[in-house]
């Protein structure tokens, strides 16, 4: 009787000490935006560099394995060339959202890396100001796959630092114009660096 005894106040005091363990995080970083140069149906797309913010949710399934919710905000120019239009430009808002799986491990002491695969959108919305030199475009929203990793440094229980580098792979913006449809595919590069809260 008093071994079961003993076995359960272990049990409960593992149950305990599990509960008491931060299985949520929030993140804030800040992003790099660098975009390829994309070539189809006689129309060449260019994208310049940003910056941007990333806010991130995480909740630990297991110590793990996570999912995480990602809302991402940078503007950029996007630069349209073609046969009969050699620059088109627009100051566009891109913003992203996503959800993805998290795998982490635990290296060393305070060194943890981790990768991560997910699905979302990237919303381009067309800024008309004088970046913009194509007043007839629209709003695009692009389905994709993010796909990263890094590493987070444990400053203590509660905070980390983040670096990571991201990846987005979705279809090129056209803006809804019929001319400047590539038709491609474009890996859109979102290094970022931030700090985590864990609660």
Known sequence: MMKMMVLG???VSAAAGY??????DVSFSATGLF?????GNDVQLTSTGALGLLASYRYMLTPRSALELNYSFAQNNEKFGTSYLPYGRVHAREQEITGAYVFSLNFKKNYNPFVEAGVGGLIYTPIRDYGTNLLDTKQNTNVGGLFGGGLAYELSPSWDIRFEYR????????????NFKTNRYEVISTPAVGIAYHF
Do not use: T
Request: aromatic share 8%; charged share 15%.
């Open 35 to 39: 975009g390829p140069q994309v070539n």
């Open 9 to 11: 106040v272990l049990i």
């Open 167 to 178: 990846g987005f792979i979705a279809k090129a913006p056209d803006f809804g114009l019929a």
């Open 19 to 24: 509960a008491q363990e931060s299985r949520q």
